[in-house]
């Protein structure tokens, strides 16, 4: 029922920057907790960060400092700010809310690379 679209990935150099977007078509933006995941090709999805319906956010380490988390509510979306990328970060992200999860969107490819 719930349409998730991540969109904004690409190829930066190590220290660059990109801002995802997660749209969440059909649901109660508002009521709900997201969060960003990642997966890299050969290891398992891991967690990235998380924000509140009010904003409240809160990271992985390995991003702290580096990826700032925001939400539009009333346009059922939210943004990932990736600063100071390192290749590490090379990962599909996908988005969905903290409990009881939609079907996955098909994620959005970021590579960092020289």
């Known amino acids: 029922q719930v349409q998730l679209v991540e969109s904004g990935g690409g190829l930066v150099q190590p220290g660059g920057s990109l801002r995802l977007i997660c749209a969440a078509s059909g649901s109660i933006f508002s009521r709900n907790a997201m969060q960003w995941y990642r997966q890299a090709p050969g290891k398992q999805r891991e967690w990235v960060a998380r924000?509140?319906?009010?904003?409240?956010?809160n990271y992985a380490d390995s991003v702290k400092g580096r990826f700032t988390l925001s939400r539009d509510n009333a346009k059922n979306t939210m943004f990932l700010q990736m600063n100071s990328l390192k290749p590490e970060d090379t990962a599909v992200y996908y988005c969905?809310?903290?409990?009881?999860?939609?079907?996955w969107g098909q994620g959005t490819q970021v590579t960092v690379s020289s």
């Open positions: 924000i509140t319906p009010d904003g409240g956010t």
């Open positions: 969905n809310k903290v409990f009881g999860q939609w079907p």
